[in-house]
């Protein structure tokens, strides 16, 4: 198992691109390559093959059948897809947390500016209890609510979010209303079945923790709304039951698609959701090991964090906006080449870091002495 990460540096910042070993960029490579010595008959014959094993790999990784799941590039394309295809018109409300990633937050905005729908933005606490989550976004429903969007796993906050209890609550209250959410940080870090959570749509990252190269997310849709549903690019397979018309985008490279069996197999053969489990026991050491050598605690950070991420709040004063919390992050990595996310939310400062199976304990002491160093 090697992975190529520049060995000088600290990564603690696995979720945020992900990272996958060598042997996987080989397999990547090998597609690549196999496309490039018969372009017409790899594109004729052997890729609608191929997708469609890498489609079925992917869909039994969280437990679904072969043609329950549309491959996509990323999350950020399948909120794209949900938003233009839910029939959004003016006055309608897409009601939203404010713990969303911004680039779907954009996506929103942008969303909402081309049909006439209102944002409506939902306050979560940092350290919000599962019920809190629930009756902060069941307050925000009206008989206008068309979407709810909500994460399963968030990514600047790293908590995960109760879901299926969300859900309970829109069918109570909105009714007509419809359910997606963000899981870009789910695969290879929570282990689910999306179609068991009730909810409209579910699109997620295989990239950020299941090992694939970059440019790899999945979409699940509900049977009763397949059929209303297009890919943002028409192209052959239009005419097609899901989840064929998203199977060829165009001429594109298949590489990193086609390389997802073999890493769902890197996966499982590492350990699997045993990985996970010891990755996540790794990652709460070092949350407290960092929090100990800076003197905070850990008092009003996420009740539920995610499994492989943690926060650790940061001495007063050391980051007090987004400007200075970027500044933190670029001498965290040109002066002590240690990776982790930087932020100033919600008013407090915070830095995000990660557990990985390339990760070991050390790797917290090198943030701990970069932080303690930087801090003072």
Sequence with gaps: ??????????????????????????????????????????????????????????????????DDVALVRNVSEGVATVLAGVGLRPGDEVVVGDHAHGGVRLAVD???????ARAVEVGLPLDATDEEVVAAFAGALTDRTRLVLVDQVTSLSATVHPVAAVVRAVRRTAPGARVLVDAAHVPGQVDVDPSA??????????????????????????????????????????????????????????????????????????????????????????QRHVAERLGTDLAGLPHSPAPCMRLVRLPDGVVTDAASARALYDRLSTEHRVEVGTAWFHGAPLVRFSGQVYNTEDDYTRLADALVRTCR
């Design 1 to 66: 198992m090697t992975f190529d990460l520049d060995p000088d540096r600290v990564h603690l910042n696995h979720g945020a691109f992900g990272a996958f070993p060598r042997e996987i960029a080989e397999e990547q490579a090998r597609w690549r390559t196999a496309a490039g010595r018969n372009p017409h008959g790899f594109h004729r014959v052997v890729a609608a093959g191929a997708v469609e094993d890498a489609r079925a790999a992917a869909a039994t990784f969280l437990h679904l059948g072969a």
């Design 197 to 286: 959570l009730g909810v409209d749509f579910w699109t997620g990252n295989l990239y950020k923790w299941a090992f694939t190269p970059r440019g790899t997310g999945v979409l699940w849709v509900a049977p009763e709304h397949r059929a209303g549903l297009q890919p943002l690019v028409p192209s052959w397979g239009a005419d097609e039951p899901f989840p064929k018309p998203w199977d060829h985008p165009g001429n594109q490279d298949w590489s990193a698609w086609l390389a997802i069996p073999a890493a769902l197999r890197f996966f499982a053969d590492t350990g699997g959701w045993e990985q996970v489990r010891r990755n996540a026991v790794l990652v709460a050491a070092g």
């Design 110 to 116: 942008a969303a909402c500016r081309r049909t006439g």
